[in-house]
């Protein structure tokens, strides 16, 4: 066995956790979930956050750092935006609350950076160089930049400006199911979402993650871009392994 790490993912539904083998990249047991309390404020999330902690430190050792996302800008600790989580979080030093919460020492992540950071290490982007573009597709759209294999963080292309909207409320995966979109009908929406990145970004890979992806078969052999676009392949276990390498790597170079 390799170097054991902790990830915790927040999510608009569950708040889920796993120690993580951080060599592979493997679960070392099956993750544990609890419910995202309703309202989602830092007090109750971070409850959430010591307990799950609580429950899986015997599989860590006690000094080891435990990676945990957020999906929202997460600046030096501090979440900075909240698009789909509650407004009380903006300014609250993330990482702070939670060390100070769990007794150990936490690293919190943008949820998509995390992602980004284990498809990089152990995914479909595995040693991938150049520049990696990883977005995810659920509730919003999140992003991640890689230049070869380091992260440039919070990069937040899910929200540039598609004719005078914000794009991830007109083609993020939660807008296909609340308008009944076909694949292909969604897949129009995405063309003209991932030209508009390329135009400006041009990257050599892109990697599509989020729920979703377990369907992309269905939507992205439809698109046509200048670089490879493919699914992801961690799915739902990549915020957790990415927090859980980035709090380790963060921790090695501090
Ligand atoms: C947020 C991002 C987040 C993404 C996916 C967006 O609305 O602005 O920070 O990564 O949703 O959760």
């Given at each position: 066995?390799?170097?054991?790490?902790?990830?915790?993912?927040?999510?608009?539904?569950?708040?889920?956790?796993?120690p993580?083998?951080?060599?592979?990249?493997?679960?070392?047991?099956?993750?544990?979930?609890?419910?995202?309390?309703?309202?989602?404020?830092?007090?109750?999330?971070?409850?959430?956050v010591?307990?799950?902690?609580?429950?899986?430190?015997?599989?860590?050792?006690?000094?080891?750092?435990?990676?945990?996302?957020?999906?929202?800008?997460?600046?030096?600790?501090?979440?900075?935006?909240?698009?789909?989580?509650?407004?009380?979080?903006?300014?609250?030093?993330?990482?702070?609350?939670?060390?100070?919460?769990?007794?150990?020492?936490?690293?919190?992540?943008?949820?998509?950076?995390?992602?980004?950071?284990?498809?990089?290490?152990?995914?479909?982007?595995?040693?991938?160089?150049?520049?990696?573009?990883?977005?995810?597709?659920?509730?919003?759209?999140?992003?991640?930049?890689?230049?070869?294999?380091r992260l440039?963080?919070?990069?937040?292309?899910?929200?540039?400006?598609?004719?005078?909207?914000?794009?991830?409320?007109?083609?993020?995966?939660?807008?296909?199911?609340?308008?009944?979109?076909?694949?292909?009908d969604?897949?129009?929406?995405?063309?003209?979402y991932?030209?508009?990145?390329?135009?400006?970004?041009?990257?050599?890979?892109?990697?599509?993650?989020?729920?979703?992806?377990?369907?992309?078969?269905?939507?992205?052999p439809?698109?046509?871009?200048?670089?490879?676009?493919?699914?992801?392949?961690?799915?739902n276990?990549?915020?957790?392994?990415?927090?859980?390498?980035?709090?380790?790597?963060?921790?090695?170079?501090?």
């Amino acid at each position: 066995m390799g170097e054991a790490g902790l990830g915790i993912d927040i999510g608009g539904s569950g708040i889920k956790g796993a120690p993580v083998d951080l060599d592979n990249g493997t679960l070392l047991v099956d993750r544990v979930k609890y419910p995202t309390p309703h309202p989602a404020l830092p007090e109750t999330v971070a409850e959430v956050v010591a307990r799950l902690t609580e429950d899986l430190s015997g599989h860590v050792p006690s000094r080891s750092p435990v990676g945990v996302t957020f999906p929202a800008v997460i600046q030096h600790g501090i979440a900075r935006t909240a698009a789909n989580v509650d407004p009380s979080w903006i300014g609250v030093n993330v990482s702070a609350l939670l060390s100070e919460r769990t007794g150990r020492e936490v690293f919190a992540v943008n949820d998509a950076d995390a992602a980004a950071v284990a498809e990089h290490r152990f995914g479909a982007a595995r040693g991938a160089v150049g520049t990696v573009l990883v977005t995810t597709l659920g509730t919003g759209i999140g992003s991640a930049l890689l230049v070869d294999g380091r992260l440039v963080p919070n990069t937040e292309l899910g929200h540039i400006e598609l004719d005078g909207r914000d794009a991830e409320t007109w083609a993020a995966a939660s807008v296909k199911e609340r308008e009944g979109l076909s694949f292909p009908d969604w897949a129009s929406r995405l063309q003209r979402y991932y030209s508009a990145v390329c135009r400006v970004l041009w990257p050599d890979l892109i990697v599509v993650g989020g729920g979703v992806s377990r369907e992309a078969d269905q939507f992205l052999p439809l698109l046509d871009l200048p670089c490879p676009i493919v699914a992801a392949h961690l799915r739902n276990t990549a915020g957790i392994l990415g927090a859980a390498a980035l709090a380790h790597e963060r921790r090695a170079t501090n």
